[in-house]
């Protein structure tokens, strides 16, 4: 039997219960998931790289085959070197969905033996992103439910 | 270790080039990999149930972990009784995107225990699909590429 | 004060939950909405005009300013004959939207005194439609949860 | 110098203001144009054959490289026929320009010598097609403005 | 009898005819319209808050029942400050949609008892942005046509 | 017999293999065709104009009727300069298409002269662009066979 590994990159800057749900969803059909934290933004993140990663492995410490780490550079580069088989992205809406489809063609092309693998969210987080989050706490809107408590915590004291 | 089981429902009326394409691709993620047959077509098919099963068979005889067999009635139920954890769709266009995307929350709405996986057949492939084949087979023109050998025979004495 | 008077226009075959939760919103923003049943449809309706209807004046007799109706012909000389101000339809994917787009502008060229107003459904909404409720119940899935209570039952007695 | 020959294709059931409007465009593009009916559908046409390119010969008059002519079978094997280099489409919306990328694709793979060229009609003939004009008619709705003047008539006594 | 408000926000930098059509279309259906101008944007705005709000007033003289004010911070705070029931939010094209839903589905959950309602411009104005004015308008393009009179001498003397 | 001659403007920030495949078919269906390389962007290019022309015309050099070319300020002004009658636009995803169309409406309204004409480049090359190109060369990947042999050349000395 193979054991397939996914990687699941990104920003996460925050990340929200729309993320979360995705790794839920991912950790019960692969073996293992790397929850990639992509450390150089094009803009400056609201948390360096090292928050947004601790934050992450707090809230998936309950699958015991979810990995959090960090990475820089060519997606496929990382991916070769974490013998990753599969790239695991989620898609909520059409707009997401091309550029998304950009991605995986290009990555197909850069390496034609990693898969990308797309998956839904739960249809109640399809408008979730970690730009609206901080977008209505730096407004000072309720961003409870959008992400986990611990979340809450940090974007308060980072947006006020 | 888990073993992954995915279910590729389908008509295949006939099966592609795209189609084969994508049962390659979701071989090499899932442990076992289910081509399903829909048996019962809102209209009369060109090929029968077991004619489109028998050329599947032929098709994927090179993959060890895929079996092909013939469902009827919800799909979800089928995907039970076979103790599948994933469903497989292919998606090429905008169009199919959506469609795919209703037809997955529904499914999940009916067997929250089972995901939709999404993946992209090659993008040579992406203007493919069966309607597209069956009727450029009966205007005449050359099918050669676009299905498997083996389809383009049976297709050209279904259609002259 | 202006007394404005919306027409929800649709088949109705049956009502589900998305249906009653736009009519709920339009309830809200309309002094008056007028559910309006098509009465002849392109193909056979699972159920006639008058249970479609029937169905419809059970459940939403809750709001007293929504009414339902039965019409034929061309919408925009229903909406006259109602001196109605608004067309309310609910959005939900893109495709509904470009279909919804057409229409709206077709209609506004055959009466340029209507506005075609949109409003979106609950997101737990935005999978279902008329006719998945129909195929999944004739299929023999669960549909609680997707129509009110009544129309679960009047299902179960049509299909079987 | 080249001479440059476009095929444009469709079943013009019946011609229509957007239709004309595309065929002016291309007429100034192209050294000749041919509009070119397709003359069996796949359901019974309103107009048969004759009837639609007649309509076309006549509203197309003042157009001198335009040559209105009927087709069965294989688009590329009439193009390769009429010694064509380009197939003229219109598109106005999402969901159109869909169908017409997947046709192209298809189309160059059968003959790679024939290119696809896309023209956008004026902005107010976006929502306008032979099927929404047949609707339309038969409901007893007008049509003036949406058809040429030859066309209204011929509609009105088909539809009465 | 309801009185209904809506709030048609936005930054109008500057307002364009496609918004006075919205704003005209809107005054038809509520009873009040607040069109509600934002002050703070991300990036510095050709006209300032003031300048904005001011040609506004100019521009929508005609209608008694709209009133042009500023807001800033979250658009469901003023919404709930103002005690108004819809959001207006005219849409034009697919991306417009998709971005609008997720912001409608956000404001909805910030706010559950304000809705967003949808309305059309006139196709011809389907194009239209305050961006693409803009653009124009410092490309030393005519800009007639495109935003009231008023708007054209105020960019004119802005640019050059 | 009519001479028609094509823009195809773009920032060519650098040519890729899909500008190329796009140019090689414009040149098949146009007399002439007009490479015009938009001279001031919005940020800073990785090649200077200058530079951008010189590859185009270095890899264009087998077509004897197309022509590189430098312009600034509105398109149409400097396709009313060149005489020209239609600008040749490629579109990959429906992104593009609203874009394009939204411009192609604009730039119809500023001179309903000149026609804006849709290609398709190959689909192998339906996810490249300039950017996309960049980003890859900037973190290291192999963009062998996405841009000509010469542009790899001066992308590798440009981002070293």
Not at 84 to 89: D, G, M, T, W
Not at 103 to 124: I, Q
Not at 141 to 154: K, M
Request: proline share 4%.
């Amino acid at each position: 039997m193979k054991s397939t590994v996914a990687i699941y990159p990104g920003s996460f800057d925050p990340v929200t219960n729309g993320h979360l749900d995705l790794i839920a969803r991912g950790a019960r059909i692969f073996d293992r998931l790397v929850v990639a934290v992509l450390q150089n933004l094009d803009k400056a993140p609201l948390f360096s790289a090292a928050e947004r990663a601790e934050m992450l492995r707090e809230v998936t410490r309950e699958w015991s085959n979810v990995e959090v780490d960090l990475f820089d550079g060519l997606l496929v580069d990382y991916v070769r070197r974490r013998n990753a088989h599969a790239i695991l992205r989620g898609i909520r809406a059409i707009s997401d969905y091309e550029y998304e489809f950009q991605m995986a063609l290009m990555n197909r092309r850069l390496e034609p033996n990693v898969e990308t693998v797309f998956m839904m969210p739960a249809e109640k987080y399809s408008y979730l992103s970690s730009r609206i989050v901080r977008e209505v706490a730096q407004l000072g809107g309720s961003i409870e439910g959008l992400v986990p408590p611990l979340v809450v915590e940090r974007l308060k004291s980072k947006v006020h």
